[in-house]
């Protein structure tokens, strides 16, 4: 049965790879500031998570799913770290989700079986050096979820994604030559980065019926590193 899926950006990176995997068969909305790299089908709101106020009257009168992508990575030791960096991580990557979530609840709710997935890091649940400011960011997106997810059962479903190093364009600094890609492979115990692929994957799960007694749940998709002592 075709769903109606909401993407907050979906031309680059995870969300991409989520447009991908799941057009084909659902109606799919991306709202983002660029519309290159959608397949053919996939209808596009002009929309900058920072500025703008979604406009609701482009989306249809209820929503299956909904999965809000954008982020950041800002890693840098804490005593370079000034108080805007961590006030503009949690602005793109907390606070705007926020916004845009009060906007599509009502729309979620009518469906009766909508599913939201959000995104975190693994350096929320594994202090890591220089994540101060965006583990503090995806933090508060974790505690939000559950809370929400409480509150909102059994109507619509809330889960989040923790992964790790993700081969993306907002890590491309850390992933920039092969040398740096080895080395970060190696400190995940199945010895690679993740692929947008990889979390796509789960992303749409948690869109399908098929995880429909899943919810609150935070899961890592992270080659092991939250869980696993290789040393």
């Known amino acids: 049965m075709s769903k109606n899926i909401l993407l907050i950006g979906g031309s680059h990176g995870i969300g991409n790879a989520i447009v991908e995997q799941i057009h084909e068969g659902n109606n799919v909305f991306v709202a983002s500031r660029e519309n290159e790299n959608l397949p053919d089908g996939v209808t596009h709101i002009k929309f900058d998570a920072l500025n703008d106020e979604l406009d609701a009257s482009q989306l249809p009168e209820s929503l299956d799913g909904f999965v809000y992508c954008p982020g950041s990575i800002n890693l840098k030791p804490f005593k370079m770290l000034k108080q805007k960096h961590f006030e503009d991580d949690l602005q793109i990557n907390f606070l705007s989700l926020i916004k845009v979530t009060r906007d599509v609840l009502p729309l979620l709710t009518k469906s009766g079986n909508g599913s939201v997935v959000f995104f975190s890091t693994v350096a929320v649940g594994r202090g890591m050096h220089f994540h101060t400011s965006v583990a503090a960011a995806k933090g508060a997106i974790e505690g ?52 947008p692929e990889d979390i796509a994957a789960l992303s749409v799960f948690l869109l399908e019926d098929k995880s429909s007694w899943i919810t609150g749940q935070v899961l890592g998709v992270d080659g092991g590193k939250s869980t696993l002592n290789m040393g």
């Open 144 to 195: 939000f979820a559950k809370a929400l997810a409480a509150e909102y059962a059994p109507t619509v479903r809330i889960n989040v994604i923790a992964p790790s190093l993700v081969d993306t364009p907002l890590a491309g600094r850390l992933l920039s030559s092969e040398d740096k890609k080895e080395k970060m492979a190696d400190l995940h115990p199945l010895k690679r980065v993740g692929t």
